[in-house]
């Protein structure tokens, strides 16, 4: 296995930033009313503007596979054409669709050299599982670059008009045409956008990151379902994937829109994850005073200063003063959130040579981690 260095880091996020005032007139209002909800998942998220791929009329425009692909083209130059790309590996949660595959869509878009593509499915840790992906390809000699990609298109999923028949359904019950909170969630938590990271055998430029390791682990084998996507949970809270519907209850249910279980997540997304992060320090023998730089990918500023309590708690604490966090101003991207943290970190001259860099991506679908070590060289 021969050393793998990240040399450059993109990003793209469409349109003009959003502000928490602004929302609704992007997104629309659920059965013409404002929401109950809203207020309060802002004020505990702390997230001021986010990017969305809609026009204020809520129109798309772009597709999950464009806001890569223009991710990616961000990567040429300086020496680099996109023809000499030999892999290309894309994580997602909001795909274009089920076929064909999100990596063969964002080849498509990008319309250069035959190569090869992995596709990720998953949630947040898709990026850093397409990372791993390009990183092992590289490492191996298989390939000499690779590029991953993380990328979100949620925005449109969450427009009013797809939880209208959900809400004229309660109405005919005579019940509060309000959406359930786990539905309504994530309406104030998700934005659209895209990061793209280049992968080579040697460093490149005056700066570049050499991958250390890179870890993930699913807890799925503990822990129910706690964010999802084309299905809901019974009375029984037991998972239905969308097969086991009628096409009306389809809409009716809005079962193609993301939700979660917020009491599940708050239970569970912070223990689970800083022990598992124990785990990896003790093995890689990593003392956590080596760590100059934390990148945390969380959905919210809530969760900053509990996760760190229990790293402290657990004996491997990292000072706040090395946290470095974008999401107030970019937003919560999902699988392309930890790029666009690492992007802005290097933007922004933070990092110099012989510092390390801590990446912690946590995913609530049914709880998957992953953690990188970056060097700077």
Same mark, same amino acid.
């Given at each position: 296995?021969?050393?793998?260095?990240?040399?450059?880091?993109?990003?793209?996020?469409?349109?003009?930033?959003?502000?928490?005032?602004?929302?609704?007139?992007?997104?629309?209002?659920?059965?013409?009313?404002?929401?109950?909800?809203?207020?309060?998942?802002?004020?505990?998220?702390?997230?001021?503007?986010? @990017?969305? /791929?809609?026009?204020? %009329?809520? #129109?798309?425009?772009? &597709?999950?596979?464009? *806001?890569?692909?223009?991710?990616? +083209? =961000?990567?040429?130059?300086?020496?680099?054409?996109?023809?000499?790309?030999?892999?290309?590996?894309?994580?997602?949660?909001?795909?274009?669709?089920?076929?064909?595959?999100?990596?063969?869509?964002?080849?498509?878009?990008?319309?250069?050299?035959?190569?090869?593509?992995?596709?990720?499915?998953?949630?947040?840790?898709?990026?850093?599982?397409?990372?791993?992906?390009?990183?092992? @390809?590289? /490492?191996?000699?298989? %390939?000499? #670059?690779?590029?991953? &990609?993380?990328?979100? *298109?949620?925005?449109?999923?969450? +427009? =009013?008009?797809?939880?209208?028949?959900?809400?004229?359904?309660?109405?005919?019950?005579?019940?509060?045409?309000?959406?359930?909170?786990?539905?309504?969630?994530?309406?104030?938590?998700?934005?659209?956008?895209?990061?793209?990271?280049?992968?080579?055998?040697?460093?490149?430029?005056?700066?570049?990151?050499?991958?250390?390791?890179?870890?993930?682990?699913?807890?799925?084998?503990?822990?129910?379902?706690?964010?999802?996507?084309?299905?809901?949970?019974?009375?029984?809270?037991?998972?239905?994937?969308?097969?086991?519907?009628?096409?009306?209850?389809?809409?009716?249910?809005?079962?193609?829109?993301?939700?979660?279980?917020?009491?599940?997540?708050?239970?569970?997304?912070?223990?689970?994850?800083?022990?598992?992060?124990?785990?990896?320090?003790?093995?890689?023998?990593?003392?956590?005073?080596?760590?100059?730089?934390?990148?945390?990918?969380?959905?919210?500023?809530?969760?900053?200063?509990?996760?760190?309590?229990?790293?402290?708690?657990?004996?491997?604490?990292?000072?706040?003063?090395?946290?470095?966090?974008?999401?107030?101003?970019?937003?919560?991207?999902?699988?392309?959130?930890?790029?666009?943290?690492?992007?802005?970190?290097?933007?922004?001259?933070?990092?110099?040579?012989?510092?390390?860099?801590?990446?912690?991506?946590?995913?609530?679908?049914?709880?998957?981690?992953?953690?990188?070590?970056?060097?700077?060289?």
């Amino acid at each position: 296995m021969r050393d793998v260095f990240i040399t450059r880091v993109s990003g793209f996020l469409p349109n003009d930033p959003v502000s928490n005032e602004d929302m609704e007139t992007v997104l629309g209002l659920i059965g013409g009313q404002r929401s109950r909800a809203r207020g309060i998942v802002l004020r505990n998220n702390g997230i001021r503007q986010r @990017h969305y /791929a809609l026009d204020r %009329a809520g #129109n798309i425009t772009h &597709t999950n596979a464009q *806001l890569a692909a223009q991710a990616v +083209r =961000a990567l040429e130059g300086d020496g680099l054409a996109l023809s000499e790309l030999e892999v290309l590996a894309c994580g997602t949660s909001s795909p274009d669709q089920f076929l064909p595959s999100h990596a063969a869509q964002v080849h498509g878009e990008l319309g250069h050299a035959p190569l090869e593509i992995m596709s990720m499915a998953g949630a947040c840790c898709s990026g850093m599982h397409a990372l791993k992906s390009a990183y092992l @390809h590289v /490492a191996s000699g298989m %390939a000499r #670059n690779a590029v991953a &990609t993380g990328s979100e *298109l949620t925005g449109p999923m969450m +427009r =009013a008009g797809n939880f209208e028949q959900e809400t004229e359904r309660y109405r005919e019950l005579e019940q509060d045409p309000i959406i359930g909170f786990e539905k309504e969630f994530l309406r104030w938590m998700l934005s659209d956008g895209a990061a793209a990271v280049l992968l080579e055998a040697a460093p490149r430029g005056p700066l570049s990151l050499r991958l250390e390791w890179i870890e993930s682990r699913s807890f799925a084998n503990e822990l129910d379902v706690c964010m999802y996507s084309g299905g809901d949970k019974d009375a029984e809270g037991r998972f239905q994937g969308w097969k086991n519907y009628v096409p009306q209850d389809l809409a009716s249910r809005s079962i193609f829109t993301m939700k979660q279980d917020v009491k599940l997540l708050s239970r569970n997304i912070v223990p689970i994850g800083v022990r598992y992060l124990r785990e990896v320090f003790e093995r890689r023998k990593l003392d956590p005073a080596r760590v100059d730089h934390m990148l945390v990918h969380y959905s919210s500023m809530f969760f900053r200063d509990k996760l760190h309590d229990e790293m402290v708690g657990q004996g491997i604490g990292i000072p706040l003063d090395k946290w470095f966090v974008n999401l107030p101003q970019v937003g919560n991207v999902g699988s392309a959130s930890i790029f666009l943290q690492l992007r802005d970190l290097l933007a922004g001259g933070l990092v110099k040579k012989g510092q390390h860099v801590l990446l912690m991506v946590p995913e609530s679908a049914r709880f998957s981690y992953a953690f990188a070590l970056l060097t700077a060289v």
